[in-house]
């Protein structure tokens, strides 16, 4: 085994290649693995070189590129991290005597997190939900109360940032304060249209443009670009 050899993904990410030769195999197989720990797992007949093998993989890159992909890279979030949220960039501090969390400044640039070490990301991630939910409660007072929904949710979904009910509950994934704020500002909207016209007809776009003002083209492509990358962290 060794892993002082690398698969370089495209975003840059350097995933260790565990290479194994098998008494008996006639083929090589790959197995990239994401759990406990990112690996390319390759496991090959004791004759086939190396340097085969990995020319064999970049064969495969494609399809090594997509899994890996598909479950990004956690970072985790400790003290001192900057993390930008809800249109700021914060530093993160911890102080365990404090119960609470709080802003160190007027210009909230600045957040302590009080509690265990062990509970510093749990309470990080919380105190974002909470920030996210009064922000989404205040953008929604902005706008005529024909559009206001009955109930919010906060949900981590993948594949939908919001959604709204034909009861007029609405939810939102509590990862979109990782966005631009406009962009959480646009999914707002999006879902405010729908209390209106529950399809995605010329009249329903023509409400979130009256909702939510010029940049929606902008704001979807962001999104379709960079969502995934809203999961890097927690
Ligand atoms: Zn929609």
């Not at 064969?59 to 479950?71: C, H, V």
């Not at 956690?74 to 911890?94: A, M, Q, S, Y």
Request: proline content about 5%; hydrophobic content about 35%; some cysteine.
């Amino acid at each position: 085994m060794s892993s002082e050899i690398f698969f370089t993904l495209s975003s840059g990410e350097q995933i260790p290649v565990v290479v194994t030769n098998r008494r008996g195999a006639h083929n090589v197989t790959l197995r990239p693995k994401i759990e406990p720990s990112r690996e390319l797992h390759i496991s090959k007949p004791w004759l086939t070189s190396t340097s085969f093998v990995l020319k064999f993989a970049e064969s495969k890159r494609k399809w090594i590129e997509q899994i890996f992909n598909k479950a990004p890279h956690k970072e985790k979030v400790v003290p001192e991290t900057d993390l930008e949220f809800l249109g700021r960039c914060v530093k993160l501090i911890h102080n365990p005597d404090m119960r609470s969390n709080q802003y160190m400044n007027d210009e909230k640039t600045v957040l302590c997190i009080g509690g265990g070490a062990d509970m510093f990301e749990r309470r990080v991630r919380d105190f974002i939900k909470s920030e996210l939910l009064s922000e989404i409660k205040k953008i929604i007072k902005t706008t005529p109360r024909e559009y206001w929904p009955k109930h919010i949710t906060l949900r981590d979904t993948t594949s939908r940032w919001g959604s709204c009910s034909s009861t007029g509950n609405m939810s939102f994934s509590w990862r979109l304060a990782l966005a631009p704020y406009e962009v959480m500002r646009y999914v707002v909207m999006h879902e405010l249209a729908h209390t209106k016209h529950m399809d995605h007809s010329p009249e329903f776009w023509a409400t979130v443009s009256k909702l939510y003002g010029f940049g929606i083209e902008k704001a979807k492509r962001w999104l379709s670009k960079n969502g995934q990358g809203l999961h890097k962290y927690f």
